[in-house]
């Protein structure tokens, strides 16, 4: 066999206007798409991360075919390749192409990989700028270039001239970049009123037969399927789209960081979140018409103007800077461990089975859903992470597998960050805090055996007594930083025998990681 190109396609690559699909001749090229078990092996994948992946493709796959592309479509159980590289060398030497054509991975590795094959093999590979990004790696590059703060809030701020989203000329919609002050509210007491519907997705013939292929193949990888709620067509994608602008964006300020656990049959835990980073990351759903959608919801309704940035302050600066700094910073960003931290990651992550109730609800919900949202993954399994002194390498592995939005690119910038093993270069400082922290943004603390307050003892709270004795621990390195020089001035006000009751009882947790 021969054909001219062969265009691969990767599971996370399912738009449309793909670039590898670009000057495609349907007489002469060829396409290829697979699925390979390794994939969702290499990490210990949710059931409906691998779900989301495999049905989106297969709906993808269908329109190709019903567009008459020649495609061959490596289906899992119907051929004998653990990893795309294996899959991909066998296809490339059945089809005989002249140059391969790809746009570019979303993961490092597999970027790595093909070129490697294409160099073996002897083949042209052709890598396609990804033109889903707004700021595209060689741009990032030269806007991180000449040793540059790399800060999300300045990338931010020219991603908005340069978008001219929310801008009146060169000055921001309303006269500040920043709403986060505004942003930050916690439910109080009575909790969430009128918690929104999440929209509803039908589960068709193609889901349902995913579904029984993942309790065939990987019946013992862990998260369930029962709620799977999430689109695997541009449609579907598009309808979320259309649902979060109606009903959420106006309360998505105010809210997104608050987190509540519900006691009234109500089972919620999207709250007023967009529920889009897994559409975004498969390319159902491209940024700009996300930040379009929200500008003119924001103009035609008066939508409150922090809900409204805070939401496009999530796409166009930290998704996108996201994504700069993971191509900048790889290989390196994946093997950094500046506090050299080796402990393993406690059983109960991968089932919530832990007293502490913050941790119980987070993984719980994360088991059940595939989702939380970014306070939940940042201040608390996160945070419990750090403070716990987890290997990052570890903790990566989890966030990769336990999220249905989780790729590479994205996830492991902000596992970095979340475990500041960034070392200050991205974030800085550690995002850590006390039990007071949770205690005062969500209702968790409440349903609780710990005492949010109390440092020592049985009924100490574990990421309370964790989170002093890490700023005791690091008290010199934190005094010296600016951001941090306020927390560390309590530690100077801790006497010697206060200190060495946090110790104690910290060790005691350290050793006791997994039954706390
Ligand atoms: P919303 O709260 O509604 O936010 C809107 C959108 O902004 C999201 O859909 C997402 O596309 C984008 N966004 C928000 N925060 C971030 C961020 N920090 N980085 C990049 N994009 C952001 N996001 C992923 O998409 N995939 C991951 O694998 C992932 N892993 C994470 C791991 C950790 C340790 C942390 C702290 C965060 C991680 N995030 C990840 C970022 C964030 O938590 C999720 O994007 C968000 O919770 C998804 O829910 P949502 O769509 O309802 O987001
Ligand atoms: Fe979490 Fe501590 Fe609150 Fe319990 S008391 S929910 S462990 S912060």
Redesign the pocket.
Same mark, same amino acid.
């Given at each position: 066999m021969h054909c001219r190109n062969l265009a691969i396609i990767l599971g996370d690559q399912l738009n449309a206007d793909n670039p590898a699909l670009e000057d495609f001749d349907q007489q002469q090229d060829h396409l290829l798409m697979v699925e390979a078990p390794a994939e969702a092996t290499q990490v210990w994948s949710h059931k409906a991360r691998i779900a989301l992946f495999l049905s989106a493709m297969r709906h993808y796959a269908d329109t190709l075919i019903k567009k008459n592309y020649p495609l061959t479509y490596l289906r899992l159980g119907e051929h004998a390749h653990e990893t795309l590289k294996a899959a991909w060398e066998y296809e490339i030497k059945r089809l005989n192409p002249e140059k391969i054509i790809i746009c570019e991975p979303g993961e490092y590795s597999l970027e790595q990989d093909l070129q490697a094959l294409a160099k073996t093999l002897n083949i042209p590979l052709a890598i396609k700028d990804d033109q889903h990004f707004m700021c595209s790696r060689a741009d990032f590059k030269r806007w991180a270039a000449g040793g540059k703060t790399l800060r999300m809030e300045f990338f931010y701020r020219e991603m908005r001239k340069k978008y001219q989203v929310l801008m009146h000329e060169d000055k921001p919609a309303g006269g500040d970049w920043n709403y986060d002050a505004e942003n930050r509210q916690s439910f109080g007491i009575s909790g969430p009123a009128n918690i929104p519907n999440t929209p509803k997705v039908e589960t068709d013939l193609i889901t349902k037969r995913v579904f029984a292929d993942i309790e065939k193949y990987f019946p013992e990888h862990p998260g369930s399927l029962e709620h799977f709620i999430w689109p695997v067509t541009r449609e579907a994608a598009l309808d979320f789209l259309q649902d979060f602008i109606q009903y959420r964006l106006a309360d998505f300020g105010a809210h997104q960081d608050a987190m509540w656990q519900t006691h009234n049959g109500k089972d919620s835990p999207y709250l007023w979140h967009s529920l889009l980073s897994s559409s975004l990351n498969l390319k159902l759903l491209n940024p700009r018409e996300v930040i379009d959608a929200a500008v003119k919801a924001y103009q035609a309704h008066h939508l409150p103007l922090q809900s409204v940035e805070g939401f496009i302050r999530q796409i166009l600066g930290w998704r996108e800077f996201m994504h700069g700094l993971y191509w900048l910073d790889m290989p390196r960003m994946a093997e950094q461990n500046p506090f050299k931290h080796h402990r393993d990651l406690p059983a109960w992550y991968w089932t919530g089975q832990t007293n502490?109730?913050?941790?119980r609800q987070c993984v719980s919900q994360t088991m059940q859903h595939g989702y939380a949202h970014h306070i939940q993954r940042l201040m608390v399994t996160g945070m419990f992470g750090l403070l716990t002194e987890v290997d990052p390498r570890q903790v990566e592995a989890w966030y990769l597998a336990a999220y249905i939005d989780a790729v590479e690119w994205v996830e492991l910038p902000n596992v970095s960050m979340a475990m500041y093993s960034n070392n200050g270069r991205f974030t800085s400082k550690p995002y850590i805090a006390s039990?007071a922290y949770? !205690?005062r943004m969500s209702n968790? @603390?409440t349903h @609780?055996t710990? !005492? %949010?307050e109390v440092k020592t003892g049985p009924s100490a @709270? %574990?990421?309370?007594t964790l989170y002093w004795h890490f700023m005791i621990k690091h008290h010199e390195v934190f005094s010296r930083n600016p951001r941090m020089a306020l927390m560390a001035k309590h530690v100077d006000k801790l006497d010697e025998d206060a200190i060495e009751a946090i110790q104690h009882t910290a060790k005691q947790m350290l050793k006791n990681l997994d039954h706390l």
């Open positions: 502490m109730n913050c941790q039990g949770i !205690k968790y @603390c @609780c710990y !005492k %949010p @709270c %574990p990421v309370t």
